[in-house]
T-cell receptor, first 116, second 111 residues
């Protein structure tokens, strides 16, 4: 197992376009989290899943953002009608709900979005 | 609201010891985490404290005082590769729920 993977690693798009990012968590990890990080800031929580159920969405997550985890494995984050303010690093993390690592969140390398 | 404060930048010398402080005011508390993040990379887990006291792991130690809303990360025998951002994060709710992060402390290790 090679850890959490995210695709694409970089995305440049024009304002108004839709973009979709994918996250593949560590296998057997029930929980999957999406965070957003801008330069000089810590990650900010967006949403998270337990298996396929979306448990919570941050108030930061406008109606233009939607996330899914249809089979309880990989997840997608879609941003519709992108705005320049959406430019950020989008980080995915996963964690188990039992076992010795249950208190950790393992982060992927992130998808860097630039909206022109 | 949730508030987590840590210094923006610190500089320390190779081989020395550095202490990075973090204070928090959150609506709940279920653990404090420290992550290391090199520029352009993902955060990596360093430590977790849920009870008061010191947790030591090699060159890294983390301390927690819940009554003071205070933690620090201590790095010993600094190496150039320790130059990175160090993120303090609080888990506000029980279970493995989302973390609230501070803005991070950018540490520069100089020769």
């Amino acid at each position: 197992d090679t850890g959490v993977s995210q695709n694409p690693r970089h995305k440049i798009t024009k304002r108004g376009q839709n973009v979709t990012f994918r996250c593949d968590p560590i296998s057997e990890h029930n929980r999957l989290y999406w965070y957003r990080q801008t330069l000089g800031q810590g990650p900010e929580f967006l949403t998270y899943f337990q298996n396929e159920a979306q448990l919570e969405k941050s108030r930061l997550l406008s109606d233009r953002f939607s996330a899914e985890r249809p089979k309880g494995s990989f997840s997608t984050l879609e941003i519709q009608r992108t705005e320049q303010g959406d430019s950020a690093m989008y980080l995915c993390a996963s964690s188990p709900t039992s076992g010795g690592a249950r208190n950790e969140q393992f982060f992927g390398p992130g998808t860097r979005l630039t909206v022109l | 609201g949730q508030n987590i404060d840590q210094p923006t930048e610190m500089t320390a010398t190779e081989g020395a010891i550095v202490q990075i402080n973090c204070t928090y005011q959150t609506s709940g508390f279920n653990g404090l985490f420290w992550y290391q993040q090199h520029a352009g990379e993902a955060p990596t887990f360093l430590s977790y404290n849920v009870l008061d006291g010191l947790e030591e792991k090699g060159r890294f130690s983390s301390f927690l005082s819940r009554s003071k809303g205070y933690s620090y990360l201590l790095l010993k025998e600094l190496q150039m590769k320790d130059s990175a951002s160090y993120l303090c994060a609080v888990r506000v709710h029980s279970g493995n729920t989302p973390l609230v992060f501070g803005k991070g402390t950018r540490l520069s290790v100089i020769a």
